[in-house]
């Protein structure tokens, strides 16, 4: 019913930034609160950032907080993923999600996911 797809990944130098974007299309008469989770080699998928429909809410994991920011535009059924000062740890790829409920670190909570977009960071 939803569809999500990623894009702006690829390789950037440790420090620098990059922006990724997700783009949802199908229902898009349902609101959703949306989300990033990573998952680099031989770990688990881990929780990135979430942001309610209206973003009034956001929610950070540990290891982004203050680094990374997570938006979205309604109107151009897009979330954004704003990378600062990445490190060579944020190397992953990174998947965008959907669901209802506004928090959690949970993968099993959402019910959408992208095909996901690597993002490798080079020391």
């Known amino acids: 019913q939803v569809q999500l797809l990623e894009s702006g990944g690829g390789l950037v130098q440790a420090g620098g930034s990059l922006r990724l974007s997700c783009a949802a299309s199908?229902?898009?008469?349902?609101?959703?609160?949306m989300g990033w989770f990573r998952q680099a080699p031989g770990k688990e998928r881990e929780f990135v950032a979430s942001?309610?429909?209206?973003?009034?809410?956001?929610y950070y994991g540990a290891s982004v907080k203050g680094r990374f920011t997570i938006s979205r535009d309604n109107a151009k059924n897009t979330l954004y993923l704003q990378m600062n000062n990445v490190k060579p740890e944020d190397t992953a790829v990174y998947y965008c999600?959907?669901?209802?409920?506004?928090?959690?670190?949970?993968?099993?909570?959402?019910?959408?996911w992208g095909q996901g977009t690597q993002v490798t960071v080079s020391s």
């Open positions: 942001i309610s429909w209206y973003g009034g809410s956001t």
């Open positions: 199908g229902d898009t008469f349902t609101s959703y609160a």
């Open positions: 999600t959907a669901g209802r409920v506004v928090y959690s670190e949970s993968k099993s909570a959402y019910d959408y």
